[in-house]
Every structure is written in structure tokens, then in C-alpha cells.
């Protein structure tokens, strides 16, 4: 079995800055690929950002230059800084674990930006 767990989601300003969390635990072979998505009310989940196979790194358009996602391979945990904070970016924000025979999803967390 394997489990994601969110965490560091909240309520911030518009320009303000939030760091998620999520650790993966259980039968996992790595965490070569996770990546962090996000849904906003009416609308489809959608990539924030995701490593590759390779260690490079993907970033939608709208947060390029505003987020960056990191790991910690021992703690099989990854990390997205978000920074310059829009209310566009109000989403539950999801962490996503591809392995080879499925893809795991943790709870989300969510991420309100408003004054």
C-alpha cells in the first residue's frame, strides 16, 4: 500500500508565499516522477509542476518563475515553493506518485489566496 500526505496548505495574501509538503510512505520503488497538481472549483486538475525521469523539472506556464518544486529522495518527499501568490492560484492541491503499475494521488490540500 502506498500513502501521500499533504501538508502546509492554508489561507495567504495575494503576493505571499506557502510551502507544501507531501511524504510518500509504503511499497513505492522511488519518487523519480512525483509531481504536484491542483483543481480550483469547476474546473480540471491540472499540472503545477512534476520531475521527470531525468531530474528535470516541469512547470505549467502560469506558475514558471513563481514555484519551484524540490525533493528530499531520502525522506522520499517533495516540496513545492510557491511564492508571488495569485488568487488564481486558490486549488486544492494535489501530490501525484506515477510507479509502474499505478498512479497514487494523496488527499490534497488547500491553498486559498485572498486579502
Known amino acids: 500500500q502506498v500513502q501521500l500526505v499533504e501538508s502546509g496548505g492554508g489561507l495567504v495574501q495575494p503576493g505571499g508565499s506557502m510551502r507544501l509538503s507531501c511524504a510518500a510512505s509504503?511499497?513505492?520503488?522511488?519518487?523519480?516522477?512525483m509531481g504536484w497538481y491542483r483543481q480550483a472549483p469547476g474546473k480540471q486538475r491540472e499540472l503545477v509542476a512534476q520531475?521527470?525521469?531525468?531530474?528535470?523539472?516541469h512547470y505549467a506556464d502560469s506558475v514558471k518563475g513563481r514555484f519551484t518544486i524540490s525533493r528530499d529522495s531520502t525522506k522520499s518527499t517533495i516540496y513545492l515553493q510557491m511564492n508571488s501568490l495569485k488568487p488564481e492560484d486558490t486549488a486544492v492541491y494535489y501530490c501525484?506518485?506515477?510507479?509502474?503499475?499505478?498512479?497514487?494521488w494523496g488527499q490534497g490540500t488547500q491553498v486559498t489566496v485572498s486579502s
Open positions: 509504503g511499497r513505492i520503488s522511488n519518487i523519480n516522477r
Open positions: 520531475f521527470s525521469s531525468d531530474g528535470s523539472t
Open positions: 501525484n506518485l506515477p510507479q509502474y503499475l499505478a498512479t497514487y
